[in-house]
């Protein structure tokens, strides 16, 4: 089985809800381990992350710790860049045995060719030039290096969480769907109508849904773990399901495709 989650943006809101979050995600990660084949952490697993060549900000010892313990039994997690966490280096990789990614991945999973990408470089290409810009300039490696060398990790790290506290406030948790306006569905159907896919990955929308492309490719969008913990289990079989998680169900009530 390939599970596949996003959005759990740890760090957010007061620290005992953060910690909430936390905890749940660590039992999700130790449940599906069990038949795990691959976990794919698809974006913004922090809230806010930034890596000096020898500091990381503090806390998410216990996640850290059980990423680093499941992938010494020979779990294979992925971690993609989202937004939020753009600027993770080789920390996750050297310390915790994950396998980063900058960008989109194209890879064949049972059986079925799967595009995985957590979406926000999609959305700015479709949000216009002041979008893409800001985009483009905070993953700059010039913009990191000043970054880097220019402030105290403190101050870094004071100014990358009221920026992300800025961007909540501005919009809800739970995006509304556009479906056919949405621009990672447009990005797809492009995509798809060159290079054949049977599903599209995505994070970023908050949004939890599988939504047929038509010519055998689906998108699915898993959503987020601030208040909908959900997830995406594709099986054996090449069916994948949307689920929403609680440790006293982690089964049932699921889309499929």
């Not at 159907?189 to 599903?199: H, K, L």
Request: aromatic letters at 12%.
């Amino acid at each position: 089985m390939y599970y596949f989650a996003s959005d759990m943006h740890l760090g957010l809101g007061p620290a005992a809800e953060s910690r909430r979050r936390e905890r749940l995600l660590i039992r999700w990660l130790c449940e599906v381990s069990a038949d795990a084949e691959g976990i794919f952490i698809v974006g913004d697993l922090f809230d806010f992350w930034y890596e000096y060549r020898r500091v990381v900000p503090k806390g998410f010892t216990r996640l850290l710790g059980t990423l680093s313990e499941l992938t010494d039994r020979g779990t294979e997690i992925h971690f993609f860049k989202g937004n939020h966490d753009m600027w993770a280096y080789d920390y996750l990789a050297t310390e915790c045995g994950v396998t980063v990614h900058d960008g989109p991945l194209e890879t064949v999973l049972h059986g079925k060719r799967v595009f995985i990408t957590h979406g926000d470089d999609i959305t700015a290409r479709e949000h216009g030039l002041p979008t893409r810009l800001m985009n483009r300039t905070f993953r700059s490696p010039v913009v990191r290096w000043l970054f880097s060398h220019l402030l105290h990790p403190d101050a870094a790290l004071r100014f990358g969480h009221g920026w992300s506290s800025h961007s909540r406030k501005s919009k809800a948790v739970a995006h509304r769907f556009l479906a056919e306006e949405e621009p990672m569905v447009r990005y797809a159907r492009r995509y798809a109508a060159a290079e054949p896919v049977d599903y599209f990955v995505f994070g970023h929308n908050h949004c939890a849904e599988i939504y047929p492309l038509g010519n055998g490719s689906t998108a699915v969008f898993l959503g987020e773990w601030i208040e909908h913990p959900t997830y995406a289990a594709l099986g054996a079989e090449g069916t994948i399901r949307l689920e929403r998680y609680s440790p006293s169900e982690t089964a049932g009530n699921g889309q499929e495709r």
